[in-house]
């Protein structure tokens, strides 16, 4: 070839995406993660030696082993003396023999035998410890004391391998045990044991052992993974069948599912706390210490189980709040209505169905405030929920005329919520006794169609919580009748957060908690009565719990009336000082005009605000109980529906019969194979749901 021409050489296939070049470096970095997962995952490399908080458990397992293992050998040698004791005596008295005699019933044939036999190993025995003994002497003589040390230091190893702790051997594990300890319960093979018998395993699977049980905070902690196809969720499920199996309350035990990075759904992470973790003197609220609060910040409402402050989130959501009387839902309300009065630039609408002086002192610092329980109080209620609609209809047209810059996504921002000159602050409708207002039955005539006040009150507060929090309404309620008649599906289904204090059933906790949360694990009928201001919380937002934790037990810090009332007056003094203080706290109760006909039509109030039909019972509360499974199974026993909504097999049966649900037998898998079961189809179920539906709608037009 002529000039600076050169041969063509043959080369590599080029892949899509691969670098061409003559110097590119080969990387070792696939290498290096090749090694580094299997020395993640392989089980031959200790747990210690893959992440440092292993290694530093191992460590303090190694001093603590150090610490105890003179006292520990001193236990094992005297239980070895005392086993070597006790098998030369059965030796040298011939229980062997006589036992085997006496199961050949020749017992008083071998009785000879038997005596020249035991004399024998007398004279073993005395000839054994005659020649020991003359051994030692010599061994004495010849090497000094340094024999005899090292021949009581191989007696002292034997004897301790003779008496180590091993369960089941005869002699060391007595007939009735003592109180268990935290200790012994977090062992592994313990563990293992309490899941086989709280039927959480197989009788033939095992744990896999993740983290190895340490102390964290007052409570020792562990994380396992559980056999393939088993699920965290049952575990959580069956959370008091484990505690039971530990001996410990199930208000000590926490468990939770390990999701995100280093989860998947058969790993279990449990938490056993060494006493009650909701008793003791009550934690004051660290809003009291606070200057001002950020509303946009979540509000500091309580500590878990394990002492963690679990702080709630407001801005974007809303919040219920359900108990019976007298378990602290007044002032668990008030705990997430105190961060908004301590920002200056929030605005409160606070209205308490209930009267008397639980928020007497918001009065001084509310845009609006109605406090009592007569028609007067639902009308001004309704009046101020009217003009809220017909504000954040505004707030939105508003937005609508922004930049981009201020405002990127029609939504409010922290800067748009403290510009005094836009009007959009966080606003917050705060509504104590709720039932009050949501049952008023005064008849009312809205858009040509006739509802009731209360029913009207709650297609407002609908409104308010569906389109509100994108324009910063944020909505409050609590309930002392969390029940399906008070708060109707259509409000209670678009609330966000939810808080259950102790309520009466299971299904009052779903109420106020979802449905189908009690076959979750989480029942807040099951607390104590004595855990005052303690309740399950369900967050719409990320706590300190994890941004993945379905629900947790909560203990809500304390505010007592003095403590409310500082804060209050806190909050009136902020606003002056900003210049925000309007509406009622300043005495402007007057009401403006209001668009009416345009909050009509934002409601859907022309098309009669269609409410959803009141299903005949049993079928509403089989309906309720499976929520979502209704689309997800084709079958349900009839033992399961009577189980749970504990009502009289022969009654329900027919009462669903006369609704148009028969039952038939269908097989179903169990623990024994295939067995055949009553039942109803799922299919049937919601067949009868579109005929009574459709029967109520059609009702209610030929009335019209």
């Known amino acids: 070839m002529s000039g600076g021409e050169t041969l063509p050489v043959p080369a590599d296939p080029v892949f899509e995406g691969e670098l061409v070049g003559d110097d590119v470096p080969v990387s070792r970095r696939p290498v290096q993660h090749r090694f580094m997962n299997w020395w993640m995952r392989s089980r031959r490399v200790p747990a210690a030696l893959k992440s440092r908080k292993a290694a530093e458990q191992a460590a303090r397992d190694a001093v603590a082993w150090v610490v105890?293992?003179?006292?520990?050998?001193?236990?094992?040698?005297?239980?070895?003396?005392?086993l070597a004791v006790r098998?030369?005596?059965?030796?040298?008295?011939?229980?062997?023999?006589?036992?085997?005699?006496?199961?050949?019933?020749?017992?008083?044939?071998?009785?000879?035998?038997?005596?020249?036999?035991?004399?024998?190993r007398w004279k073993v025995t005395g000839l054994v410890v005659v020649a020991s003994a003359a051994v030692l002497v010599v061994v004495h003589l010849l090497y000094g004391e340094v024999a005899l040390w090292c021949a009581g230091g191989v007696a002292a190893m034997a004897l301790a391998v003779t008496g180590r702790r091993k369960d089941g051997s005869p002699g060391r594990k007595p007939v009735l045990a003592g109180p268990r300890t935290l200790t012994w319960t977090m062992d592994p093979q313990v563990l293992v044991d309490a899941f086989r018998d709280a039927k959480l395993i197989g009788k033939d699977e095992s744990l896999r052992l993740v983290e190895r049980a340490a102390r964290v905070g007052d409570g020792w902690a562990i994380t396992v993974d559980l056999p393939a196809t088993r699920k965290a969720a049952d575990v959580i499920k069956h959370r008091d069948a484990l505690a039971s199996a530990l001996a410990v309350d199930e208000v000590q035990l926490i468990v939770e599912r390990v999701r995100g990075k280093g989860g998947h759904a058969g790993r279990v992470f449990l938490w056993v706390a060494d006493?009650?973790?909701?008793?003791?003197?009550?934690?004051?609220?660290?809003?009291?210490?606070?200057?001002?609060?950020?509303?946009?910040?979540?509000?500091p409402f309580g500590r878990d189980a394990r002492q963690r402050r679990i702080d709630l989130p407001l801005v974007w959501t809303s919040l219920l709040v359900g108990a019976i009387p007298r378990q602290g839902k007044t002032f668990a309300t008030r705990l997430a209505a105190?961060?908004?009065?301590?920002?200056?630039?929030?605005?409160?609408?606070?209205?308490?169905?209930?009267?008397?002086?639980?928020?007497?002192?918001?009065?001084?610092?509310?845009?609006?405030?109605?406090?009592?329980?007569?028609?007067?109080?639902?009308?001004?209620?309704?009046?101020?929920?009217?003009?809220?609609?017909?504000?954040?209809?505004?707030?939105?047209?508003?937005?609508a005329t922004l930049d981009d810059e201020v405002c990127p996504e029609s939504k409010i921002t922290p800067t748009i919520s403290r510009d005094l000159s836009l009007g959009m602050p966080i606003t917050a409708v705060v509504i104590d006794e709720v039932q009050v207002f949501l049952e008023n039955p005064t008849r009312e005539q809205i858009g040509g169609k006739k509802t009731t006040l209360g029913?009207?009150?709650?297609?407002?507060?609908?409104?308010?919580?569906?389109?509100?929090?994108?324009?910063?309404?944020?909505?409050?309620?609590?309930?002392?009748?969390?029940d399906s008649n008070t708060i109707p599906s259509r409000l209670r289904a678009v609330l966000g957060s939810r808080f259950a204090l102790r309520v009466m059933d299971w299904r009052d906790s779903n109420i106020v908690l979802g449905e189908q949360m009690n076959t979750r694990g989480y029942d807040a009928s099951t607390l104590l009565p004595s855990h005052k201001g303690v309740g399950i919380l369900r967050p719409d937002g990320e706590t300190d719990a994890g941004a993945d934790v379905l629900a947790m037990t909560v203990r809500t810090y304390y505010m007592p009336n003095p403590e409310w009332r500082a804060i209050c007056a806190r909050g009136r003094a902020l606003r002056e000082a900003a210049g925000t203080l309007a509406g009622h706290a300043v005495g402007d109760d007057e009401r403006?005009?209001?668009?009416?006909?345009?909050?009509?039509?934002?409601?859907?109030?022309?098309?009669?605000?269609?409410?959803?039909?009141?299903?005949?019972?049993?079928?509403?509360s089989v309906v309720r109980l499976l929520g979502a499974e209704l689309d997800e199974r084709e079958f349900v026993p009839t033992a399961e529906l009577v189980e749970a909504l504990d009502v009289e097999p022969t009654a329900f049966g027919r009462e669903m019969g006369e609704l148009g649900c028969r039952p038939i037998r269908q097989y179903v898998p169990s623990d024994d194979g295939m067995r055949r079961v009553r039942g109803y189809m799922t299919a049937e179920i919601k067949t009868a749901v579109e005929r009574l539906t459709a029967d109520e709608i059609g009702s209610a037009g030929d009335q019209a």
């Open 68 to 82: 105890r293992f003179p006292f520990r050998f001193a236990g094992a040698v005297g239980r070895g003396a005392v």
């Open 87 to 120: 098998g030369w005596r059965r030796w040298v008295r011939v229980h062997d023999y006589r036992e085997a005699a006496e199961q050949s019933e020749k017992l008083a044939d071998k009785f000879v035998e038997i005596r020249a036999l035991t004399l024998f």
């Open 275 to 299: 006493e009650d973790p909701y008793v003791g003197p009550p934690l004051r609220t660290p809003l009291v210490e606070v200057e001002w609060w950020d509303a946009w910040r979540p509000v």
């Open 338 to 399: 105190a961060g908004l009065v301590l920002d200056p630039y929030a605005r409160l609408y606070v209205f308490d169905g209930k009267g008397g002086k639980d928020w007497e002192a918001a009065e001084q610092i509310a845009y609006r405030f109605v406090c009592g329980d007569e028609l007067v109080h639902a009308e001004a209620v309704r009046y101020h929920l009217v003009e809220l609609v017909a504000e954040v209809q505004s707030r939105y047209a508003r937005m």
């Open 455 to 482: 029913e009207y009150i709650a297609d407002l507060l609908a409104y308010l919580v569906r389109k509100g929090p994108a324009a910063g309404i944020v909505v409050i309620l609590a309930t002392q009748r969390p």
């Open 592 to 620: 403006r005009a209001i668009d009416s006909a345009a909050v009509v039509k934002a409601l859907g109030a022309g098309q009669q605000v269609q409410r959803p039909v009141e299903l005949p019972e049993p079928l509403a």
